[in-house]
């Protein structure tokens, strides 16, 4: 097991769509679970492979309780089949440290998705399993969180965000 780094806001691999998955090896494997480790130790929900610096469909995810067990799940070439509802909740993401706000959303999502030996699943989501998923899947699209938002509340993250980098730069 190791630890990623994760490619923060505004590194360019966040900004490409990411490559469909062909091949499900050991390879692809190994990185499902440093990244199930890497999001356990952050702590995050969710991370997308390219927030680890590599362009490719896959996703990890875990929104069980805290308190609970964990439930982690690998999504490789997660899609959006169906929508309901809408909802708006804070989010975070851990490419963009600092800072948080409210997403529109869908309620509920049904996602098509293949597990890790590339067997294909469907699940229905709702809570914060469905922001999540959409957050995630927003990821390998080069879509942040932070380009949900309006162009007023965009421009404040800007100015924010560079407020808060300056911030880390000294701490560093
Ligand atoms: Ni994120």
Known sequence: MSILRIHHYPDPVLKLKAER?????????????????TMYAAPGVGLAAPQV?????????????????????VAVNPEILAREGECCEEE???SVPEYYAKVVRSEKVRVRFQEIDGTPREIEADGLWAICF????????????VDRLSPLKRSLFRKKYQKIQEQRQEQL
Do not use: N, Y
């Open 21 to 37: 998955i062909t091949v499900f090896d050991t390879e692809l494997r190994a990185l499902a679970s440093h990244m199930l480790e």
């Open 134 to 145: 959409q957050h995630e899947i927003d990821h390998l699209d080069g879509i942040l969180f």
């Open 53 to 73: 610096g590599i362009s490719r469909r896959l996703i990890v995810l875990d929104c069980s309780p805290k308190d609970g067990d964990r439930q982690p799940l």
């Open 92 to 94: 975070g993401c851990l």
